[in-house]
Structure formats: C-alpha cells, structure tokens
Nanobody, 124 residues
C-alpha cells in the first residue's frame, strides 16, 4: 500500500516562496507518478504539477508554469514542490498523490493513493 505525507505548508506573503515536501513509501513497481493537487475554498481540486519516476519528466498547470518547480530526491520517493512568486490565488490545501499510470499523473481521476493535505495561505 502506497502511503504519502505532505508537509511544508504555511502562511507566506504575496511574492514569497515556499517549498512543499511529499514523502512516499510502499511502491510495488518502479514506474509511478507523484503529483501535487490543490483545492481552494469553494473550488474544485486542480492538478498543479507531477513528476514521473521512469524518466523524471514533469507536468505543470498553466497557472503555475514559470513559478513552481517539481523535483525528487535520488530515491525518487521524496518529491518537492518549490513555489515562488506566490499569489493569493495559490492559497489552498495542497495534496500529493500517486499513480502507477505515470503518463496520467496530472489527472486527479488517475491517482490511486492520496496523502493528507497541507495548507498554503498567501496573504499580506
């Protein structure tokens, strides 16, 4: 059973930076995707970014391109989301999730394991 734990959320001013971490364990196969999703109050959850273990390829949602960077450690089981130039609209609960269908790691419906979220609040 895959388990994921997200951490690193907090309160940051607009224009600031924050790095989230997702610690994953329990993979049965070597190829998987780990993604970040977020849900703002009153809105649907949306895909933010994901990374594929087999080749390190990444995906970014249009709203975060150029501001967020996803990476993983050498074990490929800890994934980081570096967020910069944060905006109030980035506020929400951020979740990390995983799927063995790594090609689809940017799609919420494809994710099979979810961690608890971490709150990110961008406000002055």
């Amino acid at each position: 059973e895959v388990q994921l734990q997200a951490s690193g959320g907090g309160l940051v001013q607009p224009g600031g930076s924050l790095t989230l971490s997702c610690q994953a364990s329990g993979f049965s196969y070597d190829e998987y995707g780990i993604g970040w999703f977020r849900q703002a109050p009153g809105k649907e959850r949306e895909g933010v970014s994901c990374i594929r273990s087999e080749d390190g390829s990444t995906y970014y949602g249009d709203s975060v391109k150029g501001r967020f960077t996803i990476s993983s450690d050498s074990s490929k089981t800890t994934v980081y989301l570096q967020m910069s130039n944060l905006k109030p609209e980035d506020t929400g609960v951020y979740y990390c999730a995983s799927t063995y269908g790594s090609r689809w790691c940017h799609l919420e419906a494809a994710m099979t394991s979810w961690g608890k979220g971490t709150q990110v609040t961008v406000s002055s």
